[in-house]
């Protein structure tokens, strides 16, 4: 066996010469990292302008809140990466503004461009609920597509696995902590040593796909307007409250050992099928 760069194998693929950069126009590099962001949120605005038309919606006004979104995304998310990793920035804070090093949390980008859309719509005077309903569930194929950034960068994995998924990286590539259980179970390939983790990008990237596919049925069946946008944090949280449980580089919530992500999404997910229930029991007239 040759030594590639990332391989998994219980499954027998490999990949060589997996590059973290698209192409570098006028020496400039584009990276795969925001270059699959960007197609993401492409792809996810693509299906709300094809669900406005539809819905005898205005599609421009989804090619408007992209632009107010992807603001937002940028701003909360990063703003969540640096609240939880403060001790990385406290002492130069000029590392918080150095985007082009990475560092941003997903659900920092999400509530960021969800309240960002929110708030516009509500200055324009347009009904949050439905335009929510439309847009948030297309989110799921923005992460989707985006989370495949993480493979090219070779981060975001989880702990250690031999399992049918397990995938190897070069240690000298690995851009994620490097836990003592990895280190006792280095594989060396051409005196190449590689790490095996799980594949977390490739697990939310399936599970973000699958949600999609199940809100897009269930659509026709919703009872109320904004049901779509809750089921979203649903599904999308409870997917993510175990994938995180496997992160080797997790966000800690301040002063405890626990996932900040991981956290938020037991909240979501009991939040949002709370406001589900009281919502559907309020229009069937059972609400005491």
């Known amino acids: 066996m040759n030594s590639p760069d990332i391989f998994f194998p219980n499954l027998g693929i490999s990949f060589e010469n997996v590059s973290r950069v698209v192409f570098s126009p006028f020496g400039f590099d584009i990276y795969y990292y925001g270059f ?7 792809l996810a605005t693509l299906c ?3 669900e406005a038309k539809r819905t005898g919606q205005d599609p421009d006004l989804y090619i408007t809140l992209l632009m107010w979104g992807l603001a937002g995304a940028f701003v909360g998310g990063r703003i969540w990466f640096v609240a939880f990793s403060w001790e990385q920035y406290r002492h130069d804070l000029v590392q918080i503004f150095m985007l082009r090093a990475g ?5 920092g980008s999400v509530l960021g461009a969800v309240l960002v859309c929110c708030v516009y719509l509500r200055v324009r005077g347009l009904g949050i609920r439905q335009h929510a ?4 569930p297309t989110i799921l194929i923005g992460q989707a597509v985006g989370r495949w950034g993480n493979f090219f960068n070779r981060e975001a994995y989880g702990v250690y696995t031999d399992s049918l998924f397990a995938m190897a990286i070069r240690v000298e590539d690995a851009r994620g902590p490097i836990t003592q259980t990895m280190i006792d ?10 790490i095996q983790v799980h594949p977390t990008f490739l697990y939310e990237s399936v599970w973000c796909i699958a949600a999609f596919g199940v809100l897009m049925v269930y659509k026709r069946h919703k009872k109320f307007a904004g049901e779509m946008a809750l089921l979203y944090f649903t599904v999308y949280g409870a997917g993510r409250f175990f994938i995180e449980g496997i992160r080797a580089d997790q966000l800690m919530f301040w002063g405890t050992n ?7 999404s037991a909240v ?3 939040g949002t099928l709370a406001a589900i229930a009281f919502e559907r029991r309020r229009l069937s007239g059972t609400l005491m």
């Open 36 to 42: 699959l962001i960007m197609l993401g949120v492409g």
């Open 48 to 50: 709300a302008v094809h």
């Open 103 to 107: 560092g941003l949390g997903i659900y």
């Open 133 to 136: 309903d439309t847009a948030i």
């Open 185 to 194: 179970n280095v594989v060396v390939i051409n005196s190449a040593q590689y």
């Open 258 to 264: 626990i996932p900040a992500s991981q956290m938020l």
């Open 268 to 270: 979501l997910v009991v």
